[in-house]
Structures are given as C-alpha cells and as structure tokens.
C-alpha cells in the first residue's frame, strides 16, 4: 500500500519530516494550551528537595520527580499531547515512532488511550524491560537498527510507505511544549529559582522548559549532554546540524546522533549554556543517586546532576531545579551500576 500523499517533504535536518510537521517552533502560550490538553491524563509531579545535593553545594537543590509519571518518564507529557491533536485521517492508521524506550513507551500509552493504532521501532540491545512494557500497552513492536539512528531511519521509510503519522523525536512542536508542562510547574512552585539544569537528547526538554520556566521566571537556563553523545552540543554552538558518527553512550535516552532543527532553534536562543558530561561520570551519578537517596535513575537523567560538581562556585547560595526523568533503566545497566566498585 503506497501512499504518495505521505511522501516526505523537504527536511531541514537530517531526519524525515511530512507535510503535517509543522517546523514553526512552539511558544510559551502553547505550553499553556498543552498544560490544558493533558491536565485530565497527567498528575502534577512532586517537586523534593535534595538533602543531600543541598548540602554538597550549598544550595537549594530540588528534584522535579518526572520518574513517577505513568511510563516513567516525562515523555508522557509530550506524547499525550501530541496524540491527543492528531489529524483524524491517522486514526485508523496509526502511528509509528522510534524510541530507546521512553518515547515509544509514552506514544503506546497515549496510542491506548485514544484508541490509535501504534508501531515502536526500538535499536537491538533495547531493555526487555521497555520492550515488555510498550507490548503490553498494546502497541506493536519492531527491533530493527543497531543504533536508534537507524530505528528512526526504519520507521521515516514505513510511514512513508505505510502512510502512518510519524511521531517525530524532535520536530514535533506538540511534544516540546508538552514536556514543558513540567517546566510550568516548576515554575509555579518554586518561581524564586535562580538555575534550572536539563538533560539534552533530541532536547523536547531543554526546548520546553526553555518556553516554560526559563520565560516566566528569571531562571537561567543549562542544557547537559553526554560527552560521548554530544551532537546537540556541537550544534548548538556552531549552528551546524552535521549528524555525528557516534552516539555510543550509556545514557541511552540521550544518544542519538542526530541534531533535530526545531528544538536546536529554541535551545540556541534560549540556553544561557551547554555542557557535557563523561561516561564515569554518568554512572557515578546514577549509583550515587540510589546509595544516598535511594531514587533509581537512568543514565539520561544523570549529567545535569553530574555537572554540578565543575558548576559548583557559581551555585553556591542559588535555588535550584532539576528533572528527574525517567526511572527506566534496563536491567543489564542496573547490575553493571550496582557492581560494588560503584557502590
Ligand atoms: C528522552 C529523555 C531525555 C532527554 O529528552 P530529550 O527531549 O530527548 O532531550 C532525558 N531523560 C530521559 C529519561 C529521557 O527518556
């Protein structure tokens, strides 16, 4: 079954993009309009302060629980959005995604919801963990590409072919502003905050807090990559939206190789900064974070808590948030933090 009305239109990126993507970047009022789409699917998250991360850098350091959301990630936010606004003709169709996980897992729970139709594309070495749990929401699940880059190429191709609504890992306004619903309530609940610190992937995060808590208050604003995934970094200094050739990092939710053009528009006029953090850093971090705290995080949650210690001279004194975004991590990452030289 082709369907030419659904062939792909001109991209500014190197990712696939359709005519129904609309590539004008989101603003702070379509936050507001996300917040009341998804207020009667999504709890409010809990905003805790951090005894122990208080203490260490003489700040105020809160920790905005985006892990305890359904999925558990933040990724819900965006999803619901998106497929809360989807195009009727895609009803019956469905829709396609790739994902390490946690978007796919957030499209099949939203998918459920509105009763559409789903595909998850996830890369070989995926958890069992997020494959399970996406099959069990009742969407269906492909394991093609051994890099998500090349799960995302997979599925640009089926819905081209297939006529199916592309979910977009990144240039989906939708998406940015519905993970920046979290940022609203940051915002709401702590408006004295001095830095917000935001982990950075496709940058739905740094883009959508960006639009929320970095516009109402006088926040500043950090977006963190891994360094061994760096490619929005890159791009959000030079403009240059060149993919990488690598994106091998522990920090799964956060490795892709490829800068996507509306959240990097955002996020180049919006973040006060970008740094990246290292591999042992990373996992430092996430073990770090479950022997003193007990909170089970995944590597892509982990560098913006990690950069703090280079950070640490200009927090003293300030207030300020963190997203802890997802809890999903696969089981083989578990063991290999809890190894007892982590520990
Ligand atoms: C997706 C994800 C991120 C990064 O969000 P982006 O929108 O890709 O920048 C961070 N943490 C977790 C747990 C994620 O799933």
């Not at 929005?232 to 892709?256: C, H, K, M, R, S």
Request: hydrophobic share 40%; glycine share 8%.
């Amino acid at each position: 079954m082709s369907s030419p009305e659904y062939q792909p239109v001109e991209s500014p990126d190197a990712s696939t993009v359709f005519e129904y993507h609309d590539l004008t970047p989101p603003t702070t009022a379509d936050v507001y309009r996300a917040r009341k789409t998804i207020r009667e699917f999504i709890p409010q998250t809990p905003l805790v302060r951090s005894e122990r991360l208080s203490t260490k850098y003489n700040a105020e350091v809160y920790l905005k629980r985006e892990d305890t959301l359904p999925t558990g990630s933040f990724k819900i936010r965006g999803a619901t959005n998106l497929i809360a606004n989807i195009d009727e003709k895609f009803h019956e169709r469905g829709v396609i995604t790739a994902s390490t996980g946690n978007y796919g897992r957030a499209i099949a729970h939203a998918a459920r919801r509105f009763d559409i139709p789903a595909i998850i594309v996830v890369p070989e070495g995926t958890g069992q963990n997020q494959i399970d749990s996406i099959e069990q929401l009742g969407a269906r699940v492909e394991i093609l590409g051994t890099d998500y880059d090349e799960s995302r190429e997979w599925a640009e191709q089926q819905a081209a072919e297939q006529g199916y609504r592309y979910a977009h890992p990144g240039n989906e306004r939708l998406v940015i502003a519905g993970a920046g619903t979290g940022g609203l309530e940051i915002a709401e609940a702590l408006p004295e905050v001095d830095t917000v610190l935001c982990p950075v992937g496709a940058g739905s995060v740094g883009a959508g807090y960006s639009l929320s808590v970095g516009t109402v208050t006088d926040a500043r604003m950090i977006g963190v990559q891994a360094t061994d995934a760096d490619a929005v970094y890159q791009a959000w200094q030079t403009g240059d939206l060149t993919p990488q050739e690598n994106a091998d990092t522990f920090a799964e939710g956060i490795g892709a190789r490829v800068p996507f053009t509306v959240p990097l528009e955002i996020m180049r006029e919006q973040l006060d900064a970008m740094f990246t953090s290292s591999e042992s850093e990373i996992i430092e971090t996430v073990a770090a974070l479950f022997a003193e705290e007990r909170i089970l995080i995944e590597g892509a949650c982990a560098p913006p808590i990690s950069i703090m210690d280079q950070l640490q001279d200009d927090l003293v004194g300030e207030t300020i948030a963190i997203p802890v975004t997802g809890r999903n991590l696969p089981l083989p990452k578990v063991r290999q933090v809890f190894q007892t030289d982590n520990l």
